[in-house]
């Protein structure tokens, strides 16, 4: 079992969606990711939560909601030689 890592609370700096890239992967930027995750954040289509998910950083995007993203450190993104985790959930507090 993983340890899932957030991310400090903060707006999303870039959302990208990908019509074929790997199964339809989502990409999602915070102005700062969290360290083991420092540049960011995917969502496979093929995982369970991915509409919802997706929903709630689309309405954050839009709105400049504050968001806390955790991730899986362990599971990086094979679309990026970069530090890119496999996204576990998303949270707006107040």
């Known amino acids: ?6 991310s400090p609370a ?6 990208i969606a990908y019509t074929k890239f790997g199964n339809g ?5 915070l102005i700062t990711n969290s360290t083991s995750c420092s540049y960011g954040y ?5 995982s ?10 689309l309405a954050a ?4 909601t504050p ?3 955790y991730a899986n450190p362990e599971k990086k993104w094979a679309g990026s030689g970069n ?8 949270v707006y507090s107040r």
């Open 1 to 6: 079992a993983f340890t899932p890592e957030a």
């Open 10 to 15: 903060g707006s999303i700096k870039r959302l």
């Open 25 to 29: 992967d989502v990409y999602v930027q």
């Open 42 to 46: 995917f969502i496979d289509k093929s």
């Open 48 to 57: 369970a939560g991915y509409e919802s998910t997706l929903s709630m950083l």
């Open 61 to 64: 995007y839009q709105a400049n």
């Open 67 to 69: 968001v806390t993203l």
């Open 83 to 90: 530090s890119v985790c496999e996204l576990y959930s998303v």
